[in-house]
């Protein structure tokens, strides 16, 4: 499989991102290990965690999808042809979350231990901490390096102005910066990213891996009324945000490229990332051997002019949405 380099990291992947969150969560881990080995079995290469999931489900305390990558790597002993992502700085816990220096010393700890490895290839801030130097941050991730314990580091959840701030803080202290930025963005969630990020991404030659790609599973068509909400835990959610006059419009689009195309709505969805400016490879999750089969589908299809015009026609302005 073709691959594609995160911003001037040296690190290669394939143009899809496996995402973690859901293992421990809506998978155990039998079903996890198997979504991960047909994952690299079909030529993917990088894995996307944090230490922070799953410590929204009632009894778990965050690193729970660490746990789980840290056992399977253990198991198959395929550490050195993969790239593993996981992030620090979301609020695990009321002492665990931000980015000041001593936290994030002490946070890699952790998630290396969980992961079964000495390095992480790609070390993200989960969210930015406006009560943190930007300088202070990217101190700590220099010490990491040096160390060997950090191939490169990455963004998430961040605004334009604040990558910028901390793009010219590295290049003012020699420290590592920002190769990637995993943000919001999907065919739904739109202007932030294409407004505000890709430019700043384009001109810097950062990678960007946007997540919910299939806009937490309704770009695959799965919800079309109220009835269908009730199909998995993410529904709710799901229905509030997205089942309304502009997400149906744009899966009538979907609907008639993937006819064209003789593909699902999500390998259309994810296609369509693929192809966008500034985008490295999108992110998403799956929950069973079939869906990975299906999502890896997608790097192999290619839109063309008539269908991405189809796409936008059916595009009104798109709404910023809050993080993930």
Do not use: C
């Given at each position: 499989m073709q691959t594609r380099e995160l911003g001037r990291s040296g690190l290669?992947?394939?143009?899809?991102?496996l995402g973690g969150n859901v293992f421990g969560w809506t998978i155990d881990e039998a079903t996890s290990f198997a979504v991960?080995?047909?994952?690299?079995?079909?030529?993917g290469n990088a894995i996307d965690t944090a230490d922070g999931y799953s410590v929204w489900v009632p009894g778990h305390v965050g690193g729970e999808s660490?746990?789980?990558?840290?056992?399977?790597?253990?198991?198959?002993?395929?550490?050195?042809?993969?790239?593993?992502?996981?992030?620090?700085g979301w609020e695990v816990n009321a002492q665990n979350k931000g980015l000041a220096r001593d936290y994030i010393i002490r946070a890699v700890e952790g998630s290396l231990q969980r992961l079964q490895t000495d390095y992480v290839?790609?070390?993200?801030s989960h969210k930015d901490d406006l009560t943190v130097p930007v300088e202070e941050t990217l101190e700590a991730y220099a010490q990491l390096v040096r160390a060997g314990k950090v191939r490169a580091i990455g963004a998430s959840n961040f605004t334009a102005a604040r990558l910028s701030e901390s793009l010219a803080a590295s290049q003012r202290h020699g420290y590592p910066r920002y190769e990637t930025l995993q943000n919001l963005y999907n065919l739904y969630d739109r202007t932030e990213f294409e407004q505000n990020l890709a430019?700043?991404?384009?001109?810097?030659?950062?990678?960007?891996i946007p997540y919910y790609g299939l806009a937490?599973?309704?770009?695959t068509g799965k919800y079309?009324?109220?009835?269908?909400?009730?199909?998995s835990l993410r529904g709710p959610g799901v229905g509030s945000k997205y089942l309304n006059e502009k997400g149906l419009g744009l899966l009538t689009a979907l609907d008639s490229v993937a006819n064209r195309q003789q593909a699902t709505l999500a390998q259309v969805a994810l296609a369509w990332l693929m192809q966008a400016p500034g985008v490295t490879a999108p992110i998403a999750s799956a929950t069973s051997v079939g869906q990975v089969a299906e999502l890896l589908e997608a790097t192999e299809l290619r839109l063309t002019a008539?269908?991405?015009a189809t796409l936008e026609a059916h595009q009104p302005a798109a709404t910023v949405t809050t993080a993930k």
């Amino acid at each position: 499989m073709q691959t594609r380099e995160l911003g001037r990291s040296g690190l290669a992947i394939a143009p899809l991102v496996l995402g973690g969150n859901v293992f421990g969560w809506t998978i155990d881990e039998a079903t996890s290990f198997a979504v991960l080995d047909a994952f690299v079995a079909g030529g993917g290469n990088a894995i996307d965690t944090a230490d922070g999931y799953s410590v929204w489900v009632p009894g778990h305390v965050g690193g729970e999808s660490e746990t789980i990558i840290g056992r399977w790597l253990q198991q198959r002993g395929r550490r050195d042809n993969l790239v593993i992502a996981t992030k620090v700085g979301w609020e695990v816990n009321a002492q665990n979350k931000g980015l000041a220096r001593d936290y994030i010393i002490r946070a890699v700890e952790g998630s290396l231990q969980r992961l079964q490895t000495d390095y992480v290839d790609l070390y993200q801030s989960h969210k930015d901490d406006l009560t943190v130097p930007v300088e202070e941050t990217l101190e700590a991730y220099a010490q990491l390096v040096r160390a060997g314990k950090v191939r490169a580091i990455g963004a998430s959840n961040f605004t334009a102005a604040r990558l910028s701030e901390s793009l010219a803080a590295s290049q003012r202290h020699g420290y590592p910066r920002y190769e990637t930025l995993q943000n919001l963005y999907n065919l739904y969630d739109r202007t932030e990213f294409e407004q505000n990020l890709a430019p700043l991404l384009l001109q810097e030659n950062i990678g960007a891996i946007p997540y919910y790609g299939l806009a937490a599973g309704f770009l695959t068509g799965k919800y079309r009324d109220s009835k269908d909400l009730q199909k998995s835990l993410r529904g709710p959610g799901v229905g509030s945000k997205y089942l309304n006059e502009k997400g149906l419009g744009l899966l009538t689009a979907l609907d008639s490229v993937a006819n064209r195309q003789q593909a699902t709505l999500a390998q259309v969805a994810l296609a369509w990332l693929m192809q966008a400016p500034g985008v490295t490879a999108p992110i998403a999750s799956a929950t069973s051997v079939g869906q990975v089969a299906e999502l890896l589908e997608a790097t192999e299809l290619r839109l063309t002019a008539e269908d991405l015009a189809t796409l936008e026609a059916h595009q009104p302005a798109a709404t910023v949405t809050t993080a993930k």
